[in-house]
């Protein structure tokens, strides 16, 4: 990877691109649930650093959005807490994301390969088949194209992050429709690969410039695989609302003591959430296709935002799109 630097993480990698952008990547969520341990260990989630741990002994939770998505158990009591609800039936996220399901759907089509397929003929063709003719075949042999449904490939990113002045319940909307999305999409015979990201401006301390590439900071945890099956529950869960100030403010606090001389500490008013960019989500995925779920916040912006997604993937599946 010419012009970038790869370090070693506890348990993903730390990439920094040569305009200073920081990418931190997690292979899996037992991975990022293992960072998280570890950043606990030395000590990097007090409130100087990110503030994590206060959000998950439950201080704060109005904010955090754990009154209103466990009513009856609104207070965690630590990170393992916090996992066991990732897995758990969140009754508010399994009814946006079927409120998306539908509409979603029928906005697919299956993906459509035009590969020259061999043809063989009595009369006429392009080439003549020896072998075929001495055993009496049809042996002019032509290729045309023909239409087939195929599996195409594509990587779906779900931003996490929100403002503070934004409410759990409005990007609730974005994290259903990129779920239901992924489901569609598999449905109708596409391999999905599910990311969900957080990047931020302003992250780390040792930021100096504004307007230049080393205010960002993405942190990138893969939820599926392309060849591995989607457990909705979890993936809604953890990208929503309350996951990100408790799973993702935790590893914000991944850097070691060497690294944070190169890059600097995370910074405790952990900064603005923003779009992802391309380059740094290269750096996540070797997927070419990649489209995210990012910077809506409510039902109409959402379903909008996943209408164009599914276009795009559309056209790149070679089909005609469902009237």
């Known amino acids: 990877m010419p012009n970038v630097t790869i370090t070693k993480l506890d348990h ?33 989630l007090a409130a100087r650093y990110t503030g994590a741990l206060n959000y998950m002994r439950g201080d704060n939770a109005d904010w955090v959005g754990s009154r209103e998505a466990f009513p009856d158990k609104p207070l965690f009591q630590g990170m393992e807490d916090v996992k066991s609800r990732h897995f758990s039936n969140w009754l508010i996220g399994a009814e946006r994301f079927g409120q998306f399901q539908k509409v979603i759907s029928d906005k697919i089509t299956p993906p459509v390969s035009q590969r020259r397929r061999v043809r063989f003929n009595e009369f006429d063709g392009s080439e003549l088949d020896y072998d075929r003719l001495r055993a009496g075949q049809e042996f002019w042999r032509s290729t045309r194209r023909k239409a087939k449904r195929a599996p195409k490939t594509v990587a779906l990113f779900i931003q996490v992050g929100q403002l503070s002045k934004r409410h759990w319940s409005e990007s609730i909307w974005r994290v259903a429709a990129g779920v239901a999305t992924t489901v569609a999409l598999e449905k109708s015979g596409y391999r999905v690969e599910l990311w969900a990201v957080y990047t931020t401006t302003n992250q780390r301390t040792k930021v100096k410039h504004e307007g230049d590439r080393r205010h960002y900071t ?44 190169t890059i600097g500490r995370c910074n405790p008013t952990m900064g603005s959430t923003t779009t992802p960019c391309e380059a740094d989500l290269n750096l996540l995925t070797k997927i070419e296709n990649k489209f995210v779920f990012t910077d809506v916040h409510d039902e109409d912006s959402a379903i909008d935002q996943a209408k164009e997604i599914i276009e795009e993937i559309n056209q790149l599946g070679g089909g005609r799109r469902r009237r």
Do not use: M, P
């Open 12 to 44: 993903g990698r730390n990439f920094i691109q040569a305009d200073g952008a920081v990418i931190n990547q997690y292979q899996t969520l037992t991975d990022a649930y293992k960072q998280v341990a570890a950043n606990h260990k030395a000590g990097r």
């Open 218 to 261: 993405t942190h990138g945890v893969c939820l599926k695989r392309c060849n591995e099956a989607l457990d909705v529950n979890t993936a809604v869960n953890v990208c929503a609302g309350w996951s990100h100030r408790t799973l993702f403010f935790a590893l914000a606090s991944c850097y070691s003591f060497e690294l944070t001389k």
